[in-house]
């Protein structure tokens, strides 16, 4: 398989295949969170202390008054809050609260086990190239370089 277009037709694929992996994992959390909303609360995450509604809104690629709009939702069901920035009072941060904590480590929680299974299912030797093959695609896409020290499989 040496032609790019087939490359790129069976990552695609392999891609497909691991969002269901993962989107599986995610069925039947408790409280239930749409996919827009849990992506709120993992950029949130990524950022602590750091986030507002214009970067919050840069980051999902929104208008300003749909991201506040999210926030409101999430607000609502005790998952996020909304302080003033001590160092610039018009600004507004964003935090997560102790539930949405809660909700963010199960749910990957739960995705590492959902990926553990599926691997499971791999050879060793086969579950080491896909390390090496994913290291090398992020390296390629802009990624981290690739670390030797970090190599397991």
């Keep these: 398989m040496d032609r790019v277009t087939d490359v790129a037709s069976a990552v695609e694929s392999t891609a497909d295949a691991l969002m269901t992996v993962l989107e599986s994992a995610g069925l039947g959390q408790s409280p239930s969170v749409p996919p827009a909303q849990l992506r709120v609360l993992a950029i949130v995450a990524d950022n602590r202390h750091t986030t507002n509604m214009s970067r919050l809104a840069e980051a999902?690629?929104?208008?300003?008054?749909?991201?506040?709009?999210?926030?409101?939702?999430?607000?609502?069901?005790?998952?996020?809050?909304?302080?003033?920035?001590?160092?610039?009072?018009?600004?507004?941060?964003?935090?997560?609260?102790p539930s949405a904590q809660r909700l963010l480590d199960e749910l990957r929680e739960r995705r590492r086990l959902a990926l553990e299974e599926v691997l499971k299912r791999m050879s060793p030797g086969d579950r080491e190239e896909l390390v090496h093959s994913l290291r090398a695609f992020a390296a390629a896409a802009g990624g981290e370089e690739e670390d030797e020290s970090r190599r397991t499989a």
Excluded: I, M, N, Y
């Design 60 to 97: 999902l690629e929104v208008v300003p008054s749909s991201a506040s709009r999210l926030c409101d939702r999430l607000e609502a069901t005790g998952l996020l809050r909304r302080v003033p920035d001590p160092r610039d009072r018009r600004e507004v941060r964003l935090l997560l609260t």
